[in-house]
Protein backbone atom coordinates (compact mmCIF):
# COMPACT_ATOMS: atom_id res chain seq x y z
CA UNK A 1 0.00 0.00 0.00
CA UNK A 2 2.76 2.08 0.59
CA UNK A 3 3.74 1.95 -3.46
CA UNK A 4 0.03 2.85 -4.09
CA UNK A 5 0.39 6.12 -1.72
CA UNK A 6 3.77 7.05 -3.47
CA UNK A 7 2.52 6.87 -7.18
CA UNK A 8 -0.56 9.34 -6.38
CA UNK A 9 -0.60 13.18 -6.17
CA UNK A 10 -0.62 14.09 -2.70
CA UNK A 11 -3.92 17.18 -2.70
CA UNK A 12 -0.99 19.62 -1.92
CA UNK A 13 0.86 18.77 -5.63
CA UNK A 14 -0.63 19.86 -8.46
CA UNK A 15 -0.96 17.07 -11.56
CA UNK A 16 1.06 19.69 -14.07
CA UNK A 17 4.30 18.95 -11.86
CA UNK A 18 3.21 15.44 -12.21
CA UNK A 19 3.41 15.41 -15.73
CA UNK A 20 6.55 17.68 -15.55
CA UNK A 21 8.19 15.14 -13.85
CA UNK A 22 6.92 12.57 -16.37
CA UNK A 23 8.45 14.56 -19.27
CA UNK A 24 11.72 14.91 -17.51
CA UNK A 25 12.05 11.63 -17.22
CA UNK A 26 11.60 10.96 -20.93
CA UNK A 27 14.27 13.51 -21.53
CA UNK A 28 17.00 11.83 -19.47
CA UNK A 29 16.58 9.14 -21.49
CA UNK A 30 17.35 10.83 -24.93
CA UNK A 31 21.39 10.98 -25.03
CA UNK A 32 22.79 13.90 -26.44
CA UNK A 33 24.67 14.38 -28.69
CA UNK A 34 22.57 12.17 -30.91
CA UNK A 35 24.45 10.28 -33.46
CA UNK A 36 23.14 10.53 -37.18
CA UNK A 37 24.20 8.45 -40.11
CA UNK A 38 24.53 9.89 -43.50
CA UNK A 39 23.83 8.15 -46.70
CA UNK A 40 27.26 8.61 -48.71
CA UNK A 41 25.55 8.33 -51.94
CA UNK A 42 22.18 11.23 -51.29
CA UNK A 43 23.28 12.91 -48.37
CA UNK A 44 20.15 12.36 -46.59
CA UNK A 45 20.09 10.75 -42.79
CA UNK A 46 19.71 7.00 -43.91
CA UNK A 47 15.95 6.81 -42.49
CA UNK A 48 15.00 9.08 -45.46
CA UNK A 49 17.00 7.59 -48.13
CA UNK A 50 13.50 5.66 -49.61
CA UNK A 51 12.17 9.10 -50.64
CA UNK A 52 15.02 9.74 -52.60
CA UNK A 53 15.24 8.84 -56.33
CA UNK A 54 18.36 6.73 -56.46
CA UNK A 55 17.12 4.12 -53.54
CA UNK A 56 18.23 1.30 -55.08
CA UNK A 57 21.73 2.86 -55.15
CA UNK A 58 21.38 4.07 -51.14
CA UNK A 59 20.47 0.49 -50.04
CA UNK A 60 23.53 -0.83 -51.77
CA UNK A 61 25.86 1.35 -50.23
CA UNK A 62 23.99 1.12 -46.56
CA UNK A 63 24.30 -2.66 -47.16
CA UNK A 64 28.21 -2.32 -47.90
CA UNK A 65 29.23 0.39 -44.94
CA UNK A 66 26.45 -0.08 -42.13
CA UNK A 67 25.04 -3.90 -42.71
CA UNK A 68 23.79 -3.84 -38.89
CA UNK A 69 21.91 -0.90 -39.65
CA UNK A 70 20.47 -2.46 -43.05
CA UNK A 71 19.29 -5.07 -41.61
CA UNK A 72 17.45 -2.85 -39.33
CA UNK A 73 15.86 -0.69 -42.12
CA UNK A 74 14.94 -3.45 -44.08
CA UNK A 75 13.29 -5.25 -41.80
CA UNK A 76 10.66 -1.78 -40.76
CA UNK A 77 10.51 -1.62 -44.49
CA UNK A 78 8.76 -5.17 -44.89
CA UNK A 79 6.75 -4.99 -42.13
CA UNK A 80 5.70 -1.11 -43.11
CA UNK A 81 4.80 -2.68 -46.89
CA UNK A 82 1.74 -4.58 -46.19
CA UNK A 83 0.71 -1.64 -44.87
CA UNK A 84 1.59 0.64 -47.86
CA UNK A 85 0.17 -1.76 -50.31
CA UNK A 86 -3.66 -1.62 -49.19
CA UNK A 87 -2.66 2.84 -48.69
CA UNK A 88 -1.51 3.10 -52.19
CA UNK A 89 -4.47 1.20 -54.03
CA UNK A 90 -6.17 3.93 -54.20
CA UNK A 91 -5.03 7.89 -54.57
CA UNK A 92 -6.91 9.96 -52.20
CA UNK A 93 -6.04 13.64 -53.41
CA UNK A 94 -3.60 15.83 -55.56
CA UNK A 95 -1.29 14.80 -57.70
CA UNK A 96 -1.08 13.41 -61.11
CA UNK A 97 -1.79 9.95 -60.31
CA UNK A 98 -1.65 7.59 -63.28
CA UNK A 99 0.13 9.37 -65.95
CA UNK A 100 -2.24 9.22 -69.28
CA UNK A 101 -0.67 8.44 -72.69
CA UNK A 102 -1.42 9.74 -75.42
CA UNK A 103 -2.90 7.80 -78.16
CA UNK A 104 -1.80 7.73 -81.83
CA UNK A 105 -4.16 9.26 -83.76
CA UNK A 106 -3.91 9.65 -87.80
CA UNK A 107 -3.82 12.80 -89.06
CA UNK A 108 -6.67 15.28 -89.44
CA UNK A 109 -8.20 17.99 -91.00
CA UNK A 110 -5.98 21.34 -89.80
CA UNK A 111 -9.05 23.90 -89.20
CA UNK A 112 -7.85 27.49 -89.81
CA UNK A 113 -10.84 29.83 -87.67
CA UNK A 114 -11.31 33.70 -87.42
CA UNK A 115 -13.04 33.91 -84.10
CA UNK A 116 -14.98 37.70 -82.70
CA UNK A 117 -12.47 38.40 -79.55
CA UNK A 118 -14.23 42.01 -79.45
CA UNK A 119 -16.47 44.15 -81.36
CA UNK A 120 -13.65 45.12 -83.73
CA UNK A 121 -10.84 42.70 -82.56
CA UNK A 122 -10.33 38.91 -83.94
CA UNK A 123 -8.19 35.92 -82.88
CA UNK A 124 -6.85 33.35 -85.14
CA UNK A 125 -7.52 29.52 -84.13
CA UNK A 126 -5.70 26.83 -85.62
CA UNK A 127 -6.88 22.88 -84.28
CA UNK A 128 -5.40 19.54 -85.71
CA UNK A 129 -1.43 20.61 -85.92
CA UNK A 130 -0.66 18.22 -83.24
CA UNK A 131 -2.33 15.23 -85.28
CA UNK A 132 0.94 15.63 -87.85
CA UNK A 133 3.22 15.21 -85.28
CA UNK A 134 4.06 19.04 -85.04
CA UNK A 135 4.86 20.66 -81.21
CA UNK A 136 2.40 23.46 -80.47
CA UNK A 137 4.60 25.34 -78.76
CA UNK A 138 7.59 25.61 -81.15
CA UNK A 139 4.88 26.31 -84.03
CA UNK A 140 3.24 28.73 -81.70
CA UNK A 141 6.71 30.53 -81.17
CA UNK A 142 6.91 30.47 -85.12
CA UNK A 143 3.71 32.01 -85.81
CA UNK A 144 4.56 34.60 -83.63
CA UNK A 145 7.78 35.95 -84.90
CA UNK A 146 6.20 35.57 -88.05
CA UNK A 147 3.47 37.48 -87.75
CA UNK A 148 4.86 39.99 -84.96
CA UNK A 149 1.80 39.55 -82.57
CA UNK A 150 0.53 36.96 -79.49
CA UNK A 151 0.18 33.33 -80.03
CA UNK A 152 -0.28 30.86 -77.48
CA UNK A 153 -1.39 26.75 -77.07
CA UNK A 154 -4.94 27.13 -75.48
CA UNK A 155 -6.16 23.51 -75.46
CA UNK A 156 -4.70 20.25 -76.57
CA UNK A 157 -4.31 20.74 -79.66
CA UNK A 158 -5.72 24.65 -80.28
CA UNK A 159 -3.28 27.82 -81.37
CA UNK A 160 -4.48 30.99 -81.13
CA UNK A 161 -3.13 34.16 -82.95
CA UNK A 162 -3.33 37.37 -81.97
CA UNK A 163 -4.88 39.20 -85.05
CA UNK A 164 -7.16 38.72 -88.27
CA UNK A 165 -4.31 36.34 -90.23
CA UNK A 166 -6.16 33.22 -91.55
CA UNK A 167 -5.15 34.01 -95.29
CA UNK A 168 -1.13 34.27 -93.85
CA UNK A 169 -1.57 31.43 -92.12
CA UNK A 170 -2.95 28.69 -94.51
CA UNK A 171 -0.08 30.18 -96.88
CA UNK A 172 2.74 29.57 -93.78
CA UNK A 173 1.50 26.67 -92.63
CA UNK A 174 2.25 25.11 -96.57
CA UNK A 175 6.03 26.68 -96.56
CA UNK A 176 6.96 25.43 -92.63
CA UNK A 177 5.63 22.27 -92.60
CA UNK A 178 5.92 19.84 -95.66
CA UNK A 179 3.77 16.93 -94.05
CA UNK A 180 0.33 19.08 -94.22
CA UNK A 181 -0.95 19.53 -97.83
CA UNK A 182 -3.31 22.25 -99.19
CA UNK A 183 -6.01 19.43 -99.23
CA UNK A 184 -5.99 18.92 -95.39
CA UNK A 185 -6.18 22.75 -94.42
CA UNK A 186 -9.80 23.86 -94.24
CA UNK A 187 -10.46 27.21 -93.36
CA UNK A 188 -13.93 27.51 -91.42
CA UNK A 189 -14.16 31.09 -91.97
CA UNK A 190 -15.63 33.53 -88.83
CA UNK A 191 -17.14 31.71 -85.55
CA UNK A 192 -18.22 32.49 -82.49
CA UNK A 193 -16.67 31.05 -79.28
Known sequence: ??????????PDVDEDEVVNKDVKTEKKQIQCPVEVVYCGECSLPVEYCEYHPNYEKC???????????????????????DQ??????????GGKGVVKTKKKTEPQTVTVARVTRNKKKFVTVIRGLATHDIELKKASKQF????????????EDEIVIQGDVT?????FIL??????????????????R
Open 1 to 10: MAEVEAETPS
Open 59 to 81: KAWLEKNFPDLFEKLTLADEKGD
Open 84 to 93: KDEKNKRQKR
Open 144 to 155: ANHFSCGSAVTA
Open 167 to 171: DEVIE
Open 175 to 192: KKFPQIDEDSIEDLGDQK
